[in-house]
C-alpha cells in the first residue's frame, strides 16, 4: 500500500503535467506544509502525521469557504470549494452517521464512561481509533447526547 506521502508526490507530478492549477496549488501547500512540520517534530513523518496536516488543512478551507458564503464572495467560495474537494480525496473514508453512533456506543462501554464528566475519555478513545473519519463537531455532539442519557 502507498503511503499518503507517496501518493502526494506522485499526484503533484500528475497535476504539474496536466496543468491542473488548483490540485497543483493545494497539492504545493500540503507539501509545504508537511515539511514546516517535519522540521518542527525532527523526524520524519508517518501518515498520521499527514492526516493530521490534511484535516488541518481541510479545517481552514471550511473556515473561509463559510466566511466567503456569508459576506456574499461566490468566486472565492468556489475556490475553497474546489480545494476542499481535492483535500478530501486524501483522508479516509468518513464514517456514516450509524457507524459513528455505533462507534461511540462500543467507546462509551469500553472506556466505562459514565456521564458528561467521562466525555473526554470517549473523545480521546474515538480520535484514536478513527482518526480522521470524522467530523469533530458532530462527533461531539453524539457523544455529549449519549453520554447524557
Do not use: C, F, W
Not at 3 to 9: D, F, N
Not at 68 to 97: C, F, I, N, W
Not at 130 to 141: F, I, M, P, T, V
Amino acid at each position: 500500500m502507498i503511503s499518503i506521502q507517496g501518493r502526494i508526490e506522485s499526484d503533484y507530478i500528475v497535476a504539474y503535467k496536466a496543468k491542473d492549477t488548483v490540485r497543483l496549488a493545494v497539492l504545493r501547500h500540503l507539501k509545504t506544509a508537511a515539511k514546516n512540520r517535519e522540521v518542527e517534530v525532527l523526524r520524519p513523518l508517518n501518515d498520521d502525521d499527514y492526516l493530521e496536516i490534511i484535516a488541518r488543512q481541510i479545517k481552514q478551507r471550511r473556515e473561509s469557504l463559510e466566511q466567503y458564503e456569508k459576506h456574499g464572495r461566490a468566486e472565492l467560495a468556489a475556490v475553497e470549494a474546489a480545494e476542499l474537494s481535492v483535500l478530501q480525496d486524501y483522508m479516509p473514508a468518513p464514517l456514516t452517521e450509524a457507524e459513528l453512533v455505533q462507534a461511540i456506543d462500543l467507546l462509551a462501554k469500553e472506556t466505562g464512561a459514565q456521564g458528561a464528566k467521562d466525555m473526554g475519555k470517549v473523545m480521546q478513545a474515538l480520535m484514536l481509533a478513527y482518526k480522521g473519519r470524522y467530523d469533530g463537531k458532530k462527533a461531539s455532539e453524539a457523544v455529549r447526547a449519549r453520554l447524557s442519557l
